[in-house]
């Protein structure tokens, strides 16, 4: 079974700074999905960033960016010029290309933002 | 992105009840639906996966009598908490997947906010 951990259970940045999430995984398949969800506190679950594994290059969407490191098993969200609006909990989720579509999802990692 | 509407938002019941979710996707076809469990501070927990016109395959250690799912349509999907109790507070959240290049991403409804008193 793949298994989703995420060591930083919270993480606080300066605005306009930037800021790193780490989230790491395990698995023995080698074709999967990765996401970063963010759940602010009205809890609507929205998607940050995907990353298909069998891509090389890091996904971007504008001010987060990932980097995956796929032999190393590490997802991590990079966040730059950090907004007010970013403040929330953020998980690193795992998904099987193949058929168990389920999404395996870590710990959590609640990021606030200091003004 | 596609939208999923869930509703309530917010439910109080009386402890012995039963209390319906119910999840729709608005602008797709939910040929699978995923319903989540969120404890306060806590991770999403993988309750069930329901494939419509299938029963729905639950988790290990969720009771498939007490969370009775429905996944009778491509547009919508119940989740039926029976004879609720106290310690079935929670959040609960439904995820809809499409086919094609819908496929690749879980859709989020709001969340529903149980309370049993």
């Known amino acids: 079974a793949q298994t989703v951990t995420q060591s930083q259970p919270e993480m606080s940045v300066q605005e306009a700074e930037t800021v790193t999430l780490s989230c790491t995984y395990d698995?023995?398949?080698?074709?999967?999905?990765l996401f970063w969800y963010k759940q602010p506190p009205s809890r609507q679950m929205i998607l940050v960033i995907r990353?298909?594994?069998?891509?090389?290059q890091n996904a971007t969407e504008n001010r987060f960016s990932v980097n995956f490191q796929k032999a190393a098993k590490s997802f991590s969200l990079k966040i730059s010029d950090s907004q007010l609006g970013d403040a929330a909990m953020y998980f690193c989720a795992y998904r099987s290309a193949g058929g168990n579509e389920k999404l395996t999802f870590g710990t959590g990692t609640r990021l606030t933002i200091i003004p | 992105g596609a939208v999923v509407s869930q509703h309530p938002s917010w439910v109080i019941c009386k402890s012995g009840t039963s209390v319906k979710i119910e999840c729709r996707s608005l602008d797709f076809q939910a040929t699978t639906m995923f319903w989540y469990r969120q404890f306060p501070k806590q991770s999403l927990m993988l309750m069930a996966t329901s494939n419509e016109g299938s029963k729905a395959t639950y988790e290990q250690g969720v009771e498939k009598d007490k969370f009775l799912i429905n996944h009778a349509s491509l547009t919508l999907s119940t989740l039926t908490v029976t004879s609720a109790h106290p310690e079935d507070s929670s959040f609960y959240i439904c995820s809809g997947k499409g086919s094609g290049h819908l496929n690749t991403e879980a859709f989020f409804g709001q969340g529903t906010r149980l309370t049993v008193v």
């Open positions: 990353q298909e594994a069998y891509k090389q």
């Open positions: 698995t023995s398949e080698s074709d999967y999905y």
